[in-house]
């Protein structure tokens, strides 16, 4: 059956990419993992909320040794200039000498991604690099490599299996488009 247009809050979304389509995906970026990772036992750190469902989609195809675990990125106000301020929560496991992997579920201007990577690299991992569902080429702000990428779309606002517009449509299992 054809997907239909969705609404949420004020907004319209029409149907952009199929499940079938992100599980190809996803099962191209575990082939590629699972390859680059043998023997190397990664840490794979999901970054919540929104890469939940990517995050236990991809690592139902993992199938070398690794661990997985969760973060969330906290923003607050800062009261100095620098206005808005991030912080990396829920963080356990000892990173140094770890190969680690973050879990994306999109990387749009990139300063999420700017932060983590930072945060990250002071406890010198052994290696770290990035997997994200999806990215937006046109937006990026930051000299950024990300080693993988599930599928590269333009700039327009995305919706379902895991990312929210204010809260909602996380729980769709295709992506829908804002028209
Ligand atoms: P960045 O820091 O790269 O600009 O953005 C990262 C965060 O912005 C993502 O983790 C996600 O929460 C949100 N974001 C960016 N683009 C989209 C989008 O198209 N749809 C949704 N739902 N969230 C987005
Ligand atoms: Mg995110």
């Known amino acids: ?3 239909s247009t969705i609404s949420l809050h004020d907004k319209e979304f029409s149907p952009y990419l199929s499940a079938n389509e992100l599980s190809t995906a996803i099962r ?3 082939q590629r993992l699972n390859e680059e990772y043998a023997n190397r036992q990664p840490l794979f750190v999901a970054v919540l909320n929104g890469s939940f469902m990517f995050a236990a989609d991809l690592l139902k195809e993992i199938t070398i040794p690794c661990e997985i675990t969760f ?3 906290a923003s607050y ?3 100095g200039s620098t206005g808005h301020i991030q912080q990396v ?3 356990r496991e000892e990173v140094k ?3 680690v992997v973050l879990l994306e579920d999109i990387v749009d201007t990139g300063n999420t991604m700017q932060l983590l990577l930072e945060q990250f690299n002071k406890q010198e991992p052994a290696s770290l690099e990035v997997a994200t569902l999806f990215m937006k080429p046109e937006c990026l702000l930051h ?3 990300i080693r993988y990428v599930g599928l590269s779309i333009p700039n327009d ?3 379902g299996y895991g990312l929210d517009y204010d809260g909602l449509g996380r729980n769709y299992p295709d992506v829908y488009k804002a028209v």
Do not use: Q, S
Request: charged share 20%; net charge negative; proline share 4%.
């Open 97 to 99: 000498e770890r190969h």
């Open 157 to 159: 606002f995305i919706v």
């Open 143 to 145: 000299d950024l490599h």
């Open 71 to 73: 973060i969330r990125v």
């Open 28 to 30: 191209l970026l575990a």
């Open 77 to 79: 106000e800062g009261t």
């Open 1 to 3: 059956m054809p997907l």
């Open 89 to 91: 929560l829920g963080l």
